[in-house]
């Protein structure tokens, strides 16, 4: 197939150009009413109402049996280009992970490369997901499972990060959570301790242990949790109930599968030193991100041409120590998941601090999500449109998975920290960037 790429990349940038406005009122929408991990109801209606009104978009709400799930689909032939739209916010800070300006950029890539597909009567199809539950919860796991992105031959999304950090290859951390519940027997503090099986000290016990192996671990990793469930807790009586909320992460699945028994250990411990009993619940797993270094060139080389070594998805290798559901989209097909800074973020300053809320409003968030996402759809539509490349891609995830050789690992953590199948509200917020 013949094309030109600079009349194609300059129908996906007059798309935006004209999206700029509506963009703009969605994303402050989203971002004035902060909505918590699966329960994203607003920002589920405006942006399905928004992507329903764009020149063939057919919109599908509440899809994989998740109340705010959504898909809006473009073409009926041809290779398929997914993206995604974030739109959780967390607790007490807003959108403090920016996620109203990763739905919005969503959406401008994938109206972008619908209008660069209609204007040069292209074949190609286009899927835009509204993924819920990022921060906890993990909803890219689920639609993962029940099929939303089934047949895509690529998928990509954009994400805010501090001033300077602008990475085009931008890594994650293998992640799992676990609540642990421990029970004992309430007693008279002062009457009859002796009668009394302490669950809090089973908490203590297992933070402390924690702490204490922390000491042994590679720098690589982190173990990060709270004491919780002390809302019947009185300090004259000896408390029956107690939870530890943890977080473990490692730079892969491998890395990530050797230390879990270490930290149920001391779990266990604690239990055992206080007689309690108690249970241990997974959270969903998030595996690390594989960029794709193909889309990862595609992009870099795009948005280097645009924006120079100041623009704002200046493109380079950059380690977080956070988490993304998108790191598991990333094993079932070619991904990427570049990282755009905030003009107006401090650099010292990440995600999840309520001064990153506030810059995720202003106009300099705003004009940089779409250049970014100008980036993503530039590299999506070549996805579509140039076979070689899109057979250049797939060689390289498939050489990245062989890589990663990560399938024994996973299960070995799945077996150890089994996970729901259905959403859990109220998890605590366990990504991120
Ligand atoms: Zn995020
Ligand atoms: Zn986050």
């Known amino acids: ?14 798309a935006i150009a004209e999206a700029n406005d509506d963009l703009r009122a969605l994303s402050m929408s989203i971002h004035g009413k902060p909505e918590l991990a699966w329960e ?98 993990g909803g890219k796991c689920l639609m993962l499972e029940r099929g939303a992105f089934d047949g895509m031959d690529a998928c990509l999304m954009v994400h805010p990060g501090p001033r300077g950090n602008g990475a085009a290859a931008m890594t994650s951390t293998c992640r799992t959570g676990v609540t642990v519940a421990y029970s004992g ?39 990060h949790g709270i004491i919780a469930g002390g809302e019947h807790w009185a300090p004259n009586a000896i408390p029956a109930s107690s939870k530890l909320l943890y977080g473990i992460r490692a730079p892969s699945a491998k890395d990530l599968a050797p230390l879990i028994p270490r930290v149920l250990a001391c779990f266990a411990s604690g ?38 070594s100041e623009g704002y998805a200046v493109p380079r290798e950059f380690p977080t120590f956070g988490s993304t559901d998108f790191g598991n989209v990333s094993y079932i097909m070619p991904g990427f998941h570049p990282m755009f800074f905030l003009p107006d973020a401090h650099p010292e300053e990440f995600p999840h601090s309520s001064s990153f809320a506030e810059a995720a409003s202003t106009l300099s968030a705003h004009k940089a999500a779409l250049q970014a996402a100008e980036g993503i759809a530039v590299v999506g539509l070549r996805v579509l449109v140039d076979e070689q490349f899109r057979k250049a891609t797939r060689k390289q995830w498939e050489a990245n998975m062989a890589a990663a050789n990560a399938e024994e690992a996973v299960a070995r953590i799945r077996e150890l920290l089994p996970v729901s199948k259905e959403p859990i509200k109220g998890g605590f917020c366990s990504c991120d960037h």
């Open 40 to 137: 994203e109801h607003h920002a589920h209606d405006v942006l399905t109402a928004y992507m329903e009104k764009q020149e063939g978009f057919v919109v599908e709400r509440k899809i994989c049996q998740l109340d705010t799930a959504w898909r809006a689909s473009f073409g009926s032939e041809g290779p398929l280009i997914g993206f995604c739209s974030e739109m959780d916010a967390l607790p007490g800070i807003g959108h403090a992970c920016g996620h109203n300006l990763i739905a919005i950029a969503g959406c401008a890539a994938a109206i972008g490369v619908a209008r660069a597909l209609r204007e040069h009567k292209l074949p190609g199809r286009v899927v835009l997901l509204g993924t819920p539950a990022e921060e906890s919860g």
């Open 185 to 223: 027997r309430s007693a008279h503090a002062g009457g009859a301790p002796e009668k009394g099986i302490n669950a809090l000290d089973a908490a203590v016990q297992g933070y402390v242990n924690v702490s204490t192996l922390r000491q042994q671990l590679p720098t690589t990793t982190r173990v």
């Open 1 to 14: 197939m013949t094309y030109d790429s600079d009349a194609l990349n300059a129908s996906i940038k007059a």
């Open 271 to 308: 239990a055992l030193a206080t007689g309690c009993t108690y249970t241990t619940d997974g959270e969903s797993l998030y595996l690390d991100l594989q960029q794709n270094g193909n889309l990862t060139d595609a992009f870099r080389s795009f948005t280097e041409a645009e924006s120079g």
